[in-house]
């Protein structure tokens, strides 16, 4: 592939929030995620699972999972600070169950070798515990969720999908892995709704003079 058409596909990502009913072949869904497994990870450790749920009585019970802690969280009494803002994060919080497939990326913990000498000595060691700190601010296991989760959005609009990373389900971590069946040493990280794109939405970006600097 040539540059130009790499950043037409770049560029023409969007997330996809209403789908067509078509079903997703499978052939796709499963391409997609050998693809995402060649995104940059940690160590090459692979920690991640993808689990694709096309039965919809599934996505339906996620959503509801999702949805019932959202409306707990917007009956609050703190949540009248920022009522509209919480309304409309209420409203949209299960929106994924008009999804045809939905990815389910799960992750078991990646430590390096450097990690390991830290995790021995924080209990003790004021500065190991510190670099650990700074090491866990950045958590390797979940930027290499991130990449793979990238590299699969990409795929799916190639293929002519429309897809959406899902962060806001991890309100609902425990329910979500408990449908899924999920052994205790993988956490989700994310979910991707995945179908045939029901719409075309638009969305700028910042000037990339706004975000980028040259340090000579
Ligand atoms: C880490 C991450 C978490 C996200 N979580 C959600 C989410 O919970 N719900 C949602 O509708 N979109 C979610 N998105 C999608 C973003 O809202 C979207 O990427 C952003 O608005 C830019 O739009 P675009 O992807 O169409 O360019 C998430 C994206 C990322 C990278």
């Known amino acids: 592939m040539d540059i130009e058409n790499l950043e037409r596909l770049i560029r023409g990502r969007r997330s996809i929030r209403q789908w067509k009913k078509g079903e997703v072949p499978d052939e796709l869904l499963k391409k997609a995620v050998e693809l ?21 009585e599934i996505i339906e019970k996620m959503a509801d999972a999702v949805q019932s802690v959202a409306n707990r969280i917007a009956s609050w009494p703190e949540a009248i600070s920022w009522q509209e803002d919480v309304n ?18 799960f992750a078991s913990e990646y430590q390096s070798p450097m990690d390991r000498v830290l995790v021995a000595r924080e209990s003790f060691d004021r500065e190991a515990k510190k670099i650990l700190g700074f090491r866990r601010s ?30 806001s389900p991890i309100q609902a971590k425990k329910e979500i892995e408990a449908i899924l069946k999920i052994p205790s040493n993988m956490k989700l990280i994310c979910l991707v709704a995945v179908g045939y794109p029901g719409e075309s939405p638009r969305r700028d970006r910042k000037p990339v003079e706004q975000v980028m600097e040259f340090v000579y």
């Open 88 to 105: 409309r994060y209420q409203k949209n919080a299960s929106f994924f169950r008009g999804a045809p497939a939905c990815i389910g990326v």
């Open 36 to 56: 995402a497994t060649w995104a940059p990870n940690g160590g090459n450790y692979q920690g991640w699972r993808f689990i694709i749920v096309k039965r919809k």
């Open 138 to 167: 950045a958590p390797t296991t979940i930027q290499s969720a991130a990449a793979a989760v990238t590299t699969m959005l990409l795929v799916f609009h190639g293929m002519g999908l429309g897809a959406v990373w899902l962060v």
